[in-house]
């Protein structure tokens, strides 16, 4: 628990973390004001939101932590707290932070924008506030697979990019097998093509928990295995 604690506050010192919320944040606030100056400011929350965030949301999901974590066990200080770890079990935990940092990563900015937008249009935005939970389940998800990758591959950047490549080439072929109610983009912004929450916006996310989720344990039986030989 004690680790747990301690790598939830680790979160808020890492630079990739804020990286990542100013991003969403220029992404966010961009499209909104691009909109503003158009002159198409009838559902800007919706169309804020839908413009260009949902293009690269798994990449900044991915970012806070998953190059930290590569990073680690190229220095001695990770490996150190590998060894020391190792026997209380810390990566079902550290699963947990990584998606809960890739969740506050998408869900921070797109609550400033939904609270402008209700500064601006009024309470018919409010309508849109069960739509906040997107976010959450969303960057939760590729946080996760983002973590768990980790445990499938030796290479830094794997995966802070293996989301977004993933996510596009599910863009591009889901609609040619026929699994558009599926169509990734609408898992965070369900208004690009008019439509509103369902309970599809669940499913992608909640596939990548439990692939990540299997990665995890699988790692965790090797890194203990290993210790017992």
Same mark, same amino acid.
């Given at each position: 628990?004690?680790?747990?604690?301690?790598?939830m506050k680790?979160?808020?010192?890492?630079p990739?973390?804020f990286?990542?919320?100013l991003?969403?944040?220029?992404l966010l606030?961009?499209a %909104?004001?691009?909109l503003i100056?158009s002159?198409?400011?009838?559902?800007?929350?919706?169309?804020?939101?839908?413009?260009? %965030?949902?293009?690269?949301?798994?990449? #900044?999901a991915?970012m806070?932590?998953?190059v930290?974590?590569?990073?680690?066990?190229?220095?001695?200080?990770?490996?150190?707290?590998?060894?020391?770890?190792?026997?209380?079990?810390?990566?079902?935990?550290?699963?947990v +932070?990584?998606g809960?940092s890739?969740?506050?990563? #998408?869900?921070?900015p797109?609550?400033a #924008?939904f609270v402008?937008?209700?500064a601006?249009e009024?309470a018919s935005?409010?309508?849109?506030a069960?739509?906040l939970?997107?976010?959450?389940?969303?960057?939760f998800?590729?946080?996760t697979?983002?973590?768990?990758? +980790?445990?499938?591959n030796r290479?830094?950047?794997v995966?802070?990019?293996?989301?977004?490549?993933?996510y596009?080439?599910?863009?591009?072929?889901?609609?040619h097998?026929? #699994?558009?109610?599926f169509y990734p983009?609408?898992?965070?912004?369900?208004s690009?093509?008019?439509g509103?929450?369902?309970?599809?916006?669940?499913?992608?996310?909640g596939a990548?928990?439990?692939?990540?989720?299997i990665l995890t344990?699988?790692?965790?039986?090797?890194a203990?295995?290993?210790?017992?030989?």
């Open positions: 628990m004690r680790f747990f604690k301690t790598d680790r979160i808020f010192t890492e990739a973390f990286l990542s919320l991003l969403g944040a220029l606030f961009g %909104m004001g691009y100056v002159g198409e400011t009838e559902g800007l929350y919706a169309r804020s939101q839908a413009l260009a %965030m949902p293009f690269v949301a798994p990449l #900044l991915a806070p932590y998953s930290m974590i590569m990073r680690e066990r190229e220095t001695r200080y990770g490996i150190m707290m590998t060894v020391k770890l190792r026997k209380s079990g810390y990566q079902l935990p550290r699963l +932070t990584c809960l890739g969740a506050a990563a #998408l869900f921070i797109q609550l #924008l402008t937008c209700i601006l009024g935005v409010s309508e849109k069960g739509e939970v997107l976010p959450l389940t969303f960057g998800g590729y946080g697979f983002s973590y768990g990758l +980790t445990f499938a290479q830094r950047y995966p802070l990019v293996m989301p977004q490549v993933l596009m080439l599910c863009i591009y072929a889901f609609p097998i026929h #699994l558009d109610k983009p609408l898992d965070i912004a369900p690009i093509i008019g509103e929450m369902s309970a599809e916006r669940f499913a992608i996310p990548l928990t439990a692939a990540a989720l344990v699988s790692g965790a039986i090797k203990k295995v290993g210790e017992e030989v």
